[in-house]
Nanobody
Framework: QVQLVESGGGLVQPGGSLRLSCAAS????????MGWYRQAPGKQRELVAT???????RYADSVKGRFSISRDIAKNTVNLQMNSLKPEDTAVYYC??????????????WGQGTQVTVSS
C-alpha cells in the first residue's frame, strides 16, 4: 500500500498564496506521475496540475500563470504553489500518485484531501 500525506491547506483571502505538499510512503516501486486534483461542492473532481517522471508539466487552463507544481523524485514528494488565489479556487485538493510495479500492475493512489478556502 502507498500512503499519501497532504498538508498546507487552509483559509486565505483573495489574492493570497498557499503551498500544498504531499509525501508518499509505503510500498513504492516506480512512480510515473504525481499531481493534484480538486473537487468543489456540487462539482466533479478535476485535474489541477500533473508532473510526470519525464516530460512536461500540465496545468488546467484556469490555474495557468498562478499555480506551479514541483516534485522531488528522490523524496517521493510533490508540491503545489498557489498564488493569486481566487474564490473559485475553493475546493478539496487531492494528491495523486501513479505507482507502477515491476510486473506491470498500475495503481492509482489518492490522498484523503485537504480543504482550501479562499474568502474575504
Amino acid at each position: 500500500q502507498v500512503q499519501l500525506v497532504e498538508s498546507g491547506g487552509g483559509l486565505v483571502q483573495p489574492g493570497g498564496s498557499l503551498r500544498l505538499s504531499c509525501a508518499a510512503s509505503g510500498i513504492i516501486f516506480s512512480i510515473n506521475t504525481m499531481g493534484w486534483y480538486r473537487q468543489a461542492p456540487g462539482k466533479q473532481r478535476e485535474l489541477v496540475a500533473t508532473i510526470p517522471s519525464t516530460g512536461s508539466t500540465r496545468y488546467a487552463d484556469s490555474v495557468k500563470g498562478r499555480f506551479s507544481i514541483s516534485r522531488d523524485i528522490a523524496k517521493n514528494t510533490v508540491n503545489l504553489q498557489m498564488n493569486s488565489l481566487k474564490p473559485e479556487d475553493t475546493a478539496v485538493y487531492y494528491c495523486y500518485v501513479q505507482n507502477l510495479a515491476p510486473w506491470g500492475q498500475v495503481r492509482d493512489n489518492w490522498g484523503q484531501g485537504t480543504q482550501v478556502t479562499v474568502s474575504s
